[in-house]
């Protein structure tokens, strides 16, 4: 049964360890998992550095570390870079092509190559038809798949969410065996792309750690905006990404 009342009710997860420092404790906020999130609250949301892992919505509220911070591009003031360049260059004949957010086995079985590629041994390395819809595929959302292809083989899926004026990359997966192409590079050229021509302003990319080697590849893309959940305010990230500077929040 869903509740029906204005607002919902915000919940702390138990602590575990974080999978991205392995030396800190993490926590999440979590909303009340009976609360029915509509369309209009999980804008809200998003504006509030939350994300969401299928219909269970989060933002990092860890003890004693304040590093995860939710980040997101303004796309109409995006500049590509010279290495950026070098990845459209060679990846000009792929193709992009939305779906409708579903199961396909072709999906599936690029998610479960990648996950073994790229997460052996932990809870994500292999996983099932369920948990696979479960995280990506259930949604109360505006949700869409985002496909590249070369030729008529299957690069990456992007799980994508249309949201106020703009759009949330919630998962992108690819091919492992074509790291060779940069396809989480380019995934997100052409996240950005979409967004432009949607004449969206954001593209959110979840969450960013500053001294998270997996997740460094983000503070590449330029300018970048990270929220600050103390303030309530989204601020810029210094292309040294050695620090963050305050902008009002938009």
Same mark, same amino acid.
């Given at each position: 049964?869903?509740?029906?009342? &204005?607002?919902?009710?915000? $919940?702390? *997860?138990?602590? %575990?360890?974080?999978?991205?420092?392995? /030396?800190?404790?993490? !926590?999440?906020?979590?909303?009340?998992?009976?609360?029915?999130?509509?369309?209009?609250?999980?804008?809200?949301?998003?504006?509030?550095?939350?994300?969401?892992?299928?219909?269970?919505?989060?933002?990092?509220?860890?003890?004693?570390?304040?590093?995860?911070?939710?980040?997101?591009?303004?796309?109409?003031?995006?500049?590509?870079?010279?290495?950026?360049?070098?990845?459209?260059?060679?990846?000009?004949?792929?193709?992009?092509?939305?779906?409708?957010?579903?199961?396909?086995?072709?999906?599936? &079985?690029?998610?479960?190559? $990648?996950? *073994?590629?790229? %997460?052996?041994?932990?809870?994500?390395? /292999?996983?099932?038809? !369920?948990?696979?819809?479960?995280?990506?595929?259930?949604?109360?959302?505006?949700?869409?798949?985002?496909?590249?292809?070369?030729?008529?083989?299957?690069?990456?899926?992007?799980?994508?969410?249309?949201?106020?004026?703009?759009?949330?990359?919630?998962?992108?997966?690819?091919?492992?065996?074509?790291?060779?192409?940069?396809?989480?590079?380019?995934?997100?050229?052409?996240?950005?792309?979409?967004?432009?021509?949607?004449?969206?302003?954001?593209?959110?990319?979840?969450?960013?750690?500053?001294?998270?080697?997996?997740?460094? $590849?983000? *503070?590449?893309?330029?300018?970048?905006?990270?929220?600050?959940?103390?303030?309530?305010?989204?601020?810029?990230?210094?292309?040294?990404?050695?620090?963050?500077?305050?902008?009002?929040?938009?």
């Amino acid at each position: 049964m869903t509740r029906q009342q &204005s607002a919902p009710d915000l $919940y702390k *997860s138990t602590q %575990h360890r974080c999978p991205y420092l392995l /030396d800190r404790t993490a !926590a999440n906020l979590l909303v009340d998992p009976r609360f029915d999130v509509t369309p209009a609250l999980y804008d809200s949301l998003i504006d509030n550095g939350f994300r969401r892992n299928g219909t269970l919505y989060y933002r990092p509220h860890c003890p004693q570390c304040d590093q995860c911070r939710s980040v997101r591009i303004p796309v109409q003031d995006f500049k590509v870079n010279r290495s950026q360049q070098r990845a459209l260059k060679r990846n000009a004949s792929v193709t992009t092509e939305l779906r409708t957010a579903k199961f396909t086995e072709e999906h599936f &079985s690029l998610y479960r190559r $990648y996950q *073994s590629d790229r %997460h052996t041994g932990d809870s994500m390395d /292999d996983p099932d038809p !369920a948990k696979y819809r479960q995280f990506l595929i259930n949604s109360n959302i505006d949700t869409f798949i985002l496909e590249l292809r070369i030729g008529r083989r299957l690069l990456s899926v992007s799980v994508m969410d249309h949201v106020a004026n703009g759009l949330s990359a919630v998962y992108t997966f690819y091919d492992p065996d074509e790291s060779h192409r940069s396809p989480g590079i380019l995934t997100i050229l052409k996240q950005i792309e979409l967004a432009r021509s949607i004449d969206y302003d954001w593209l959110y990319l979840g969450y960013w750690i500053k001294d998270c080697q997996k997740m460094s $590849y983000k *503070s590449c893309f330029q300018p970048l905006e990270a929220f600050q959940p103390e303030t309530n305010t989204w601020i810029t990230v210094d292309v040294s990404y050695t620090h963050l500077t305050m902008q009002t929040k938009a």
